[in-house]
């Protein structure tokens, strides 16, 4: 079994940073990818950000682009999500997910097989 559990989402205002941890736990999760995704009111779930098990091999959606970096210390088995430059249209239940199997990095929901329960960021105008 494999827990994902993400903490640091909370309020900031609109320009503000913060910085979202995913812990994972349980039965280790070999060479998985890992990604960020988010969900905001009456919005479907959508690609935030992705890493390569190494660390080498990022991706990102186009409207966090500059903004946003993600990052992993496997030593921790931890992926980071910093978000600097906030803005309201950020705001969102963000979301942890890890790929178990080893294939090229991307950005397609349904193959990320583990989940967390989500952390909720506000950026307040």
């Known amino acids: 079994q494999v827990q994902l559990v993400e903490s640091g989402g909370g309020l900031v205002q609109a320009g503000g940073s913060l910085r979202l941890s995913c812990a994972t736990s349980?039965?280790?999760?070999?060479?998985?990818?890992m990604g960020w995704f988010r969900q905001a009111p009456a919005k479907e779930r959508e690609f935030v950000a992705a890493?390569?098990?190494?660390?080498?091999?990022?991706n990102y959606a186009d409207s966090v682009k500059g903004r946003f970096t993600i990052s992993r210390d496997n030593a921790k088995n931890t992926v980071y999500l910093q978000m600097n430059s906030l803005k309201p249209e950020d705001t969102a239940v963000y979301y942890c997910?890890?790929?178990?199997?080893?294939?090229?990095?991307?950005?397609?929901?349904?193959?990320?097989?583990?989940w967390g329960q989500g952390a909720q960021v506000t950026v307040s105008s």
């Open positions: 349980g039965r280790p999760l070999g060479y998985s990818a």
């Open positions: 890493i390569s098990w190494s660390g080498g091999i990022t």
């Open positions: 997910a890890a790929d178990s199997q080893i294939r090229p990095l991307h950005r397609e929901e349904a193959l990320y097989n583990y």
